[in-house]
């Protein structure tokens, strides 16, 4: 599988295949239901578990994503990658949020993003974020019904 020749590693190959794997089904999850429901699904999934083997920080978590999102087709892939990561940290016991934006450039139709935060830094999705006007929750919903 060409996935894993992207990484030396053996342990990096196994995170990125299994992150893939991730964005699959999140993907997928978005293309049948609405983001409430798959926000709503993970909210109750996101509880720490015990401690997973291996400690990653944020930073290898974050890399895992976008390198795994690479190979996973998506019209919407910021959103997918930022729940997958959101999901990540938040079964560590690290505090994250998934941050949804909108901006609408003159005479073009409305452009959203998702990105996530984690301890004050912008983890995932971090490119032209002044570019966005962050939504409340319910708006998010609205959106991406």
Not at 67 to 75: F, I, K, L, Q
């Amino acid at each position: 599988m060409r996935i894993l020749k992207v990484v030396g590693r053996p342990a990096e190959s196994w995170l990125v295949a299994r992150t893939w794997l991730f964005l699959l089904v999140v993907r997928g999850s978005l293309a049948v239901t609405s983001f409430r429901r798959v926000r709503t699904f993970f909210e109750r999934w996101n509880e720490p578990r015990r401690p997973p083997r291996g400690v990653l920080s944020r930073e290898e978590l974050a890399w895992a994503v976008r390198t795994a999102g690479r190979y996973v087709p998506s019209s919407k892939p910021c959103l997918t990658q930022a729940l997958v990561l959101d999901s990540y940290l938040r079964r560590r016991g690290i505090s994250s949020r998934v941050a949804i934006g909108v901006t609408r450039a003159r005479g073009e139709s409305l452009e959203a993003h998702a990105w996530v935060e984690s301890e004050g830094e912008v983890l995932l999705g971090g490119e032209d974020l002044e570019r966005y006007t962050e939504l409340r929750s319910s708006e998010a919903d609205a959106l991406f019904r």
